[in-house]
T-cell receptor, first 115, second 111 residues
Framework: DAGVIQSPRHEVTEMGQEVTLRCKPI?????LFWYRQTMMRGLELLIYFNNNVPIDDSGMPEDRFSAKMPNASFSTLKIQPSEPRDSAVYFC?????????????FGPGTRLTVL | DAKTTQPPSMDCAEGRAANLPCNHS???????VYWYRQIHSQGPQYIIH???NNETNEMASLIITEDRKSSTLILPHATLRDTAVYYCIVLYSSNTGKLIFGQGTTLQVKP
């Protein structure tokens, strides 16, 4: 398996623009997680899905952020409108289950820069 | 979930064992200790986890004290490629799988 795939790897945009980050989880994994990493706040969980349904979005910073999972092999994280403080590395991860023995597999991340 | 405390940084000589400590003094009986690491510019990578007993896999060993208030991750023969930030995380057994990352320990393996 190719692992978790994220695109784009780098994104530079201007404040106010819409940004869409994409993730393809490992085939057969029922759980998908979106994280954000900054120097100030470290790695934070934004939202996670189980079988394409959002389960916990308590980490989503504000209404400008939205995430969808239209099918088992694709998820998007959208920021509209983007702001400079959204600059960060965004990671997607997937896991077979959330039983204690299952681990999360992370993608390579998308580095977002909002000017 | 219990909070963890780790030293911010450590050095290790290449080829020697790297021992990374983690304090989790408020851990409860159903909480597991997980270790992940993040090599620069990459996503975090699972290393090992345990509940009470010591664990070993192809990457590392995990030593958990009898009172479970602390643990040590051991990389038996550190290489330059083991230079990374190491995160110790405590997860409740019925946890949703939400990983709460702290600041971790930056391990620098030196030649």
């Amino acid at each position: 398996d190719a692992g978790v795939i994220q695109s784009p790897r780098h994104e530079v945009t201007e404040m106010g623009q819409e940004v869409t980050l994409r993730c393809k989880p490992i085939s057969g994994h029922d759980y998908l997680f979106w994280y954000r990493q900054t120097m100030m706040r470290g790695l934070e969980l934004l939202i996670y899905f189980n079988n394409n349904v959002p389960i916990d979005d308590s980490g989503m910073p504000e209404d400008r952020f939205s995430a969808k999972m239209p099918n088992a092999s694709f998820s998007t994280l959208k920021i509209q409108p983007s702001e400079p403080r959204d600059s960060a590395v965004y990671f997607c991860a997937s896991s077979l289950d959330v039983l204690i023995t299952d681990t999360q597999y992370f993608g390579p991340g998308t580095r977002l820069t909002v000017l | 979930d219990a909070k963890t405390t780790q030293p911010p940084s450590m050095d290790c000589a290449e080829g020697r064992a790297a021992n990374l400590p983690c304090n989790h003094s408020t851990i409860s009986g159903n909480e597991y200790v997980y270790w992940y690491r993040q090599i620069h510019s990459q996503g975090p990578q699972y290393i090992i986890h345990g509940l009470k007993n010591n664990e070993t896999n192809e990457m590392a060993s995990l030593i958990i004290t009898e009172d479970r208030k602390s643990s040590t991750l051991i990389l038996p023969h550190a290489t330059l490629r083991d230079t990374a930030v190491y995160y110790c995380i405590v997860l409740y057994s019925s946890n949703t799988g939400k990983l709460i990352f702290g600041q971790g320990t930056t391990l620098q393996v030196k030649p």
